[in-house]
């Protein structure tokens, strides 16, 4: 791109980054994503490109951009508002209510399977998706589901902006997607109603969700079509599920692979269960994992292990310090999270008994009576005190204390993934329906390639064979 590029891995340095409200996503390098992974015309990618107004819902007093053209602002107000404002809970209610339906034929006998991966695509992708844009979507395009994934498998391949005629297949299932949302675009035009809309406001059997339906707003700019919001909704349902769904398969993964974190899993959600009133289908997640803090633990080690993606921010009109380094006006920022997830001198590794790049389920749990306890490493100048108030009950509890500039599965700042309480809704309520009720045996090791650094987790090797059935010990 012809551009000088800032590295920055320093942890006190992100923090006062990502705390800075003139940093925010670099809108050039978002343009040539949307351009050549997502596949939108270049002239609407100038538009994108041209937009220095900035995230916020006020423009920047600098700005000449035309209200219209806002497609950052519009883009994250949409976003924030359907999945961490308003739409957030009828939006998780909805995954909810939907993800037991696919695991409700199994019984107390075994059913095998060959390939874990796409078990978890089929059975937790289907429902997220669904949540977000209704039965229609699926009823008119019966091979959306398959073509996403076939899509999440090549993603890579769009960064290196090889050209048609080398990886034809990955074009052509590109522009199947895009096909399939435009279709979806003129009936649900010509067949939606307001009267349909759910009681919550939010969901809709035609468009979906709110948020689907506001993003129609896009076509408002300048060189914005059909054809331009099909390639970027393609981009918005491949982040709902390209990193959530592995990341769920993961933590059912590892705590079935040990049998003591299993006993204590399920003694923990037990143990909550009978405090309720409701069934474990009838949840809150945000609550669940609140209550059960295990959870949250393997939600955030999971992640921390796993997920490596690069995020970007820039300021466009001023000079940015951020402790012992100065950024330059326009300067590009990248913020990779592997090489601070993987900081053995940050982490808490028991004196290397739980090494970095290995899964951990207590990491991020302290225990008020275990000084070593916690996050970080206790050794570590960095590593804030512990509180002096522990939980009230004095039982361990899950802390993300001090890893503001350690933990980046979903970026930083104001930019910061929008979809992260989703996702770990999504995963906290999977996770613990899974090994609730069900039984998991795995015939083979999971093993992970690293075609795909940089866009978050890695795809697996080969297939993984494995068998699942109803529990036959599940308490009444």
């Not at 978890?120 to 073509?147: K, S």
């Not at 297949?169 to 109603?193: I, P, S």
């Not at 003694?267 to 269960?273: A, V």
């Not at 795995?442 to 080969?462: C, S």
């Amino acid at each position: 791109m012809g551009r000088d590029y800032y590295y920055l891995q320093d942890r006190e340095a992100l923090e006062k980054m990502f705390k800075d409200k003139s940093m925010s996503s670099a809108i050039e390098m978002y343009a040539y994503s949307q351009y050549n992974v997502l596949g939108i015309s270049r002239k609407a990618a100038d538009i994108i490109r041209g937009d220095n107004s900035g995230p916020f819902p006020q423009p920047h007093p600098l700005s000449n951009i035309l209200p219209h053209n806002r497609v950052e602002a519009l883009t994250h107000s949409v976003s924030f508002r359907g999945l961490t404002g308003p739409g957030l809970r009828p939006l998780t209610r909805r995954y909810t209510k939907g993800v037991p339906v696919n695991f409700k034929d199994f019984t107390t006998e075994w059913s095998e399977f060959g390939d874990l991966a796409r078990f978890f695509r089929e059975r937790v992708g289907e429902p997220i998706l669904r949540a977000i844009l209704g039965p229609t979507m699926f009823r008119l395009n019966p091979t959306f589901l398959e073509d996403l994934f076939e899509y999440d498998k090549v993603l890579p391949y769009y960064a290196y902006c090889l050209p048609r005629f080398l990886i034809p297949k990955a074009y052509r299932v590109r522009e199947r997607l895009a096909d399939q949302f435009k279709l979806w675009y003129r009936y649900a035009r010509e067949h939606a109603d307001p009267l349909l809309v759910d009681t919550d406001g939010d969901g809709d059997p035609i468009w979906g969700s709110e948020m689907m339906r506001n993003r129609q707003q896009l076509l408002d700019a300048d060189e914005h079509d059909d054809d331009t919001l099909a390639h970027l909704d393609t981009g918005l349902v491949w982040a709902s599920v390209g990193n959530v769904v592995p990341t769920t398969m993961l933590s059912v993964y590892h705590i079935f692979r040990d049998r003591e974190l299993l006993r204590r899993v399920r003694h923990d959600i037990q143990e909550y269960l009978s405090t309720q009133p409701q069934t474990i289908h009838e949840l809150d997640p945000q609550q669940l994992a609140k209550d059960v803090p295990l959870l949250s633990s393997i939600y955030a080690e999971t992640m921390r292990l796993y997920i490596r993606i690069y995020s970007m921010y820039s300021s466009p009109y001023e000079a940015v310090n951020v402790g012992k380094w100065k950024f330059p006006k326009g300067a590009l920022v990248l913020v990779m999270s592997h090489p601070n997830h993987m900081d053995a001198s940050f982490w808490n590794t028991r004196d290397g008994k739980h090494p970095v790049d290995k899964f951990w389920a207590d990491r991020f749990m302290v225990d008020p009576f275990d000084p070593s306890s916690g996050p970080g490493n206790p050794t570590c100048n960095e590593t804030p005190p512990r509180p002096k108030e522990a939980s009230s009950d004095q039982k361990p509890y899950f802390s993300m204390e001090g890893c503001q500039g350690a933990w980046l599965p979903y970026g930083g700042g104001y930019p910061m993934c929008p979809g992260r309480f989703f996702a770990k809704a999504i995963i906290v309520f999977t996770t613990a329906l899974l090994v609730h009720e069900y039984d998991f045996e795995y015939q083979a090791t999971l093993e992970l390639t690293n075609t795909r650094y940089g866009f978050g987790i890695a795809d697996l090797k080969k297939p993984v064979p494995f068998r699942i059935r109803k529990r036959r010990d599940l308490p009444l």
